[in-house]
């Protein structure tokens, strides 16, 4: 007989079978753990210390989660599902970690009887298109014309914030009318781009009550020269990305002069070069001018005898936040410009000094785009605050394109418990106990909120129950504030609809890939060393050539 064949390095650590799929369950549990008193409006706050020194004072999921340095892979998976969550629709990345771990933790027990994983993964995936049918038939239609309406799930969403604390309740205000403000029909279905053309601008200092929003632009610019106006009403307005200065070779060039009137000629072409191109702005009567790239100080000049205020080195989004709002167009070359491609939107061009800082201001009629001005105390409050307004955003944002809502304070996904067990008395076979595990896996998010605002958590769990048995009573949930049930509709606790599907579809799918694992590989293929590249197995990144020490490692 032949000796063993050694296929992967002697470094190598491998987990299979359930001793994998068991490990991977105590890493996304721990994950859970972590943020679990983050949920609610009596949410704990964390607080991080960063290896630059920075301190992360938050309670905020995602926030949290991702300074966060961890070492197993599983752990890893579940920090980039809070982040997939953020991206997708700005809340819940509380609720799809503790949902995602809890789900894995039900499942826990099948697996240690020896359950196949696609046994289990069968019945949850059967459970999830259940409990998304469920949530379409409980949800209510929201009124877009009802400007209450709206605002009130805006500030559900900043009610589990640590900006209530500190800010008034008009924070909500401004996230609603800067959705509604970049809000546009395309194709017949609406589209609303926070990203691009909503910018929040922190400037440390002043009172709270000076946040507002900007129905236009707000650029930390001041104009070029000290002659030109600060102040200019109903600007003409030219975007340029391209430079006012004296085009450079691209290649280095070199110039013999032999006679000093041939440098004074030389000279006077460059001064000619620049005066054509402003000339060339010039003539469609702007009075504002702005380009991303420089501008020189002979351009300076002839744009001051023109009676035209310049800025210079915009960020090519804020060039483009100021296109959408103004009407203009982005030109490459003054001499291509057109009438067409002059803004006249604009109703006021000012320049004002907050502090020791100029900031352009510019307002503009019916604009695409808006600036979210923020003023505190420190600069940790404020990034705070935007954070908090972001989530709020995307909230807004969500229920422009799809105007639906959903009981909150767990109402929703105990309802959902309640019809999924209802349902698996009817599924046949051993496929029924996962599909009852992720039923009961659902009330984590009502339990948590009891926990977290210092109720009895047993009693009250229980009397909830009891309320949703048979179907009925759909609206009723924890308040977060006091831990006692009560109608979700009388206290205006309603919840965007996309934020929960999302959270539930996310957790289900994140549990359902942790559990089809079953080996993990680690340990380090270097260049010239046991193996080099051609090992059979590829490593999973940064595990080192020892095996991990632990799930959770320390903070970045």
């Not at 607080?47 to 949290?64: F, Y």
């Not at 300074?67 to 998976?77: C, F, G, N, R, Y």
């Not at 103004?326 to 410009?337: D, F, H, K, M, Y």
């Not at 808006?370 to 969500?398: F, M, Y």
């Amino acid at each position: 007989m032949s000796g063993p064949v050694l296929v992967l390095n002697t470094t190598t650590k491998r987990e299979t079978g359930r001793k994998a799929q068991l490990g991977n369950i105590a890493a996304a549990k721990t994950v859970a753990d972590v943020i679990r008193t983050s949920l609610g409006p009596k949410a704990m706050l964390k607080m991080i210390l960063s290896m630059s020194g920075s301190i992360v004072l938050t309670n905020d999921g995602n926030a949290i989660l991702r300074e966060l340095d961890v070492t197993h892979p599983s752990a890893k998976a579940m920090i980039d599902l809070s982040r997939a969550q953020d991206e997708e629709v700005g809340d819940g990345t509380t609720s799809v970690i503790i949902l995602a771990g809890e789900i894995l933790a039900v499942a826990e027990p099948w697996v240690m009887k020896g359950l196949h994983p696609r046994v289990i993964i069968a019945g949850f995936t059967k459970a999830l298109d259940d409990a998304l049918a469920h949530m379409k038939s409980i949800a209510q239609q929201v009124d877009m014309k009802n400007r209450a309406e709206l605002l009130q799930t805006v500030k559900n969403c900043m009610g589990t914030k640590f900006v209530t604390s500190f800010y008034p309740p008009f924070m909500s205000e401004l996230a609603l009318d800067a959705a509604l403000m970049v809000a546009q029909d395309v194709d017949g279905r609406k589209d609303v781009d926070i990203k691009r053309y909503v910018r929040i601008e922190k400037i440390p200092g002043g009172r709270i009550e000076d946040c507002c929003i900007i129905p236009g632009v707000v650029l930390n610019k001041d104009v070029t020269h000290a002659k030109m106006s600060r102040y200019i009403e109903k600007p003409r307005i030219i975007l340029l990305d391209c430079n006012l200065e004296y085009k450079k070779g691209d290649n280095q060039t070199s110039i013999d002069v032999t006679k000093a009137e041939h440098w004074e000629q030389i000279l006077q072409q460059e001064e000619d070069y620049i005066k054509r191109l402003v000339e060339n702005i010039a003539k469609l009567k702007p009075t504002l001018v702005c380009t991303e790239k420089g501008i020189s100080d002979l351009a300076q000049h002839y744009f001051v005898k023109h009676g035209i205020t310049a800025l210079r080195r915009l960020k090519k989004t804020d060039n483009d936040r100021l296109a959408r709002a103004s009407g203009a167009t982005v030109v490459n070359q003054p001499e291509l410009l057109r009438e067409s491609d002059v803004g006249t939107r604009a109703l006021l061009f000012e320049v004002k000094k907050i502090g020791d800082e100029y900031y352009s201001y510019i307002t503009c009629e019916k604009p695409k785009a808006c600036t979210i001005l923020l003023r505190g105390t420190s600069k940790d409050t404020l990034n705070e605050v935007e954070r908090n307004l972001h989530d709020a955003l995307a909230v807004a944002r969500n229920i422009i394109i799809e105007p639906m809502l959903l009981p909150g304070g767990g109402a929703a996904e105990m309802s959902v418990a309640t019809k999924l067990l209802e349902k698996s008395k009817s599924i046949p076979g051993v496929a029924q106990y996962p599909y009852q595990s992720l039923a009961i896996a659902l009330e984590v998010i009502p339990r948590t909120l009891i926990q977290n605002c210092g109720a009895n958590v047993m009693r009250t769990i229980t009397q909830l129950r009891a309320k949703h048995a048979g179907g009925k009573n759909v609206f009723f949930g924890v308040d977060g504030e006091t831990g006692v049930i009560r109608d979700m509709r009388e206290i205006n606790l309603l919840e965007s609809y996309s934020v929960k599907i999302q959270t539930l579809k996310t957790a289900v799918e994140a549990a359902c890939m942790l559990l089809r694992v079953d080996q993990i590989v680690s340990g380090l293929s270097k260049k010239g060393q046991g193996g080099g590249d051609g090992g059979a197995v590829a490593p999973h990144e940064g595990a080192g050539d020892e095996p991990p020490p632990g799930m959770m490692g320390g903070m970045e």
